[in-house]
């Protein structure tokens, strides 16, 4: 019943930091809010389309933007209303098809088209898809162009060969297929990535940045006082411990649910993710209670675990996912339990696994956490015991 007091008490003082209702509860859901808005998958930008007439070049580049089913594409009267719903952020993106683009390919010369999107990332991956459609409707333009100026057939007779592939040659056959396996799968939610990686960086920080309750606790003779009481010093450990990983599950149950609640997050087998999240916890009491019993100052401790927290998360893939990093990156990354720890959630979410597929990385994960939590317990032991 004492352990249990002590990380009931670890919790309430937790709870009762005004600075934790912003940096516990309402900061992580915003940086998943805003990671998933910008890069997330799973949405359908909005691209705006003005065509200055309705020739054949301006109809088919219209029609083969419309047919990619991930965008949602509006038209618009003029190009003014366009920009304008560009720069307020209405459309991410827009495409200006000019008048008399038939003419000015049929003489040969370049057709020019104006792309328009905010000055940002998303703007420039969107301006990519738009212009792999383009080039699907203009590529037979400029086979129709050289045909023409070398034989003198009409431009548009010459476009309707190139667009029907030309003269077919007898006996062949061409097949497309795509080799390898997509990094994240279509059927990835625009939040489920960035909660995962945001539920390891703060379960870990919230853990670590604990040490400094801890320091107080010392500094302020809560520990000795209750040395004085029939209260072991097992127990003392036991509980300062076990506030440490019950702040750390408080954080990690608080963005689960709330990412579900709110973005529909899919965390995969339950059971599964409710056992990482019960190891990684153990995983950050045990550094947390480390690092409250190494040091004395509560101050150096909080700026040291927060710089500490966010090199570890950063390293481990939960800045940008580990899979984009190189084989020797991906290497070092395992160093940390953060990457363990993604690896079991994207087995979860992103291949469909269960408990039985991520026991490899609840079983590195009960090694880190076994450490540490033995390694703090003799620290700890030492530095309330000491006069």
Not at 325 to 337: G, L, R
Request: proline share 4%.
């Amino acid at each position: 019943m004492k352990v249990l007091a002590i990380a009931v008490s670890n919790i309430r003082r937790m709870l009762r930091e005004r600075s934790n209702i912003f940096f516990v509860f309402i900061f992580p859901i915003a940086i998943i809010l805003l990671i998933g808005a910008q890069f997330g998958g799973g949405v359908d930008p909005a691209v705006g389309l003005y065509l200055g007439d309705d020739g054949r070049l301006a109809t088919g580049i219209a029609e083969e933007i419309e047919s990619d089913e991930r965008l949602d594409v509006l038209r618009y009267e003029n190009d003014e209303d366009l920009t304008v719903a560009v720069e307020r952020g209405h459309i991410q993106g827009g495409v200006l098809l000019p008048a008399g683009m038939d003419e000015v390919a049929a003489s040969g010369e370049q057709v020019t088209i104006e792309f328009v999107a905010r000055p940002d990332g998303f703007g420039q991956q969107l301006q990519q898809v738009v212009a792999a459609a383009v080039s699907r409707v203009m590529t037979p333009v400029t086979a129709a162009q050289f045909a023409s100026a070398e034989t003198g057939t009409d431009f548009f007779i010459a476009l309707d060969v190139a667009v029907s592939g030309g003269v077919p040659a007898p006996g062949l056959t061409v097949e497309t297929s795509a080799l390898g396996e997509a990094v994240f799968p279509d059927t990835l939610g625009q939040f489920d990535l960035g909660a995962a990686q945001q539920l390891v960086l703060f379960v870990f920080l919230t853990a670590l940045t604990g040490s400094a309750a801890l320091i107080m606790t010392r500094q302020l003779g809560i520990s000795h006082r209750m040395l004085s009481t029939p209260t072991s010093i097992r127990t003392i450990v036991v509980g300062e411990g076990s506030g440490r990983w019950a702040t750390a599950m408080v954080q990690g149950l608080y963005i689960m649910a709330a990412t579900f609640l709110l973005f529909r997050v899919n965390w995969g087998d339950p059971v599964g993710a409710f056992l990482l999240l019960i190891t990684f916890a153990a995983v950050g009491a045990g550094a947390g209670t480390l690092m409250g019993s190494i040091f004395q100052n509560d101050q150096q401790a909080a700026g040291i675990s927060v710089v500490l927290s966010i090199g570890l998360a950063a390293l481990g893939g939960s800045m940008i996912p580990a899979e984009l990093f190189s084989d020797t990156m991906q290497k070092v990354a395992h160093i940390t339990p953060h990457a363990w720890a993604l690896d079991g959630f994207a087995e979860l979410v992103r291949r469909g696994g269960n408990t039985a597929d991520i026991l490899p990385e609840l079983g590195v994960l009960a090694a880190y956490a076994l450490v540490l939590i033995l390694l703090s317990a003799w620290r700890l032991r030492i530095a309330i015991t000491r006069p």
